[in-house]
Nanobody
């Protein structure tokens, strides 16, 4: 059984910073791609950033230059450093793990990020 647990969300003023963490637990041999997604009220869930197990990254245009994704393969943990936060970054942030040898992906329960103006 694979579980993902996010932490680090909260309330911050515009211009502030937060660091989200996602810890994967269970019998995991290898996680191919890990990613952060977010969903704001009334909007579809969207990709924020993703990282492969060899460190290649991808970012949504809206967060480039402000957010940094990283991961520690040894302990199956992923991070999202968010700087220069804007009110439009307000959303529930979810982590996702794509585990190819298990043939599926897994999602965390989400963590709320609220940026006040």
């Amino acid at each position: 059984q694979v579980q993902l647990v996010e932490s680090g969300g909260g309330l911050v003023q515009a211009g502030g910073s937060l660091r989200l963490s996602c810890a994967a637990s269970g019998s995991i041999f290898n996680i191919n791609i890990m990613g952060w997604y977010r969903q704001a009220p009334g909007k579809q869930r969207e990709l924020v950033a993703a990282i492969t197990n060899d460190g290649s990254t991808k970012y949504a245009d809206s967060v480039k230059g402000r957010f940094t994704i990283s991961r520690e393969n040894a302990n199956n943990t992923m991070y999202l450093r968010m700087n220069s936060l804007k009110p439009e970054d307000t959303a529930v942030y979810y982590c996702r793990a794509d585990i190819s040898y298990l043939g599926r992906d897994y999602w965390g329960q989400g963590t709320q990020v609220t940026v006040s103006s």
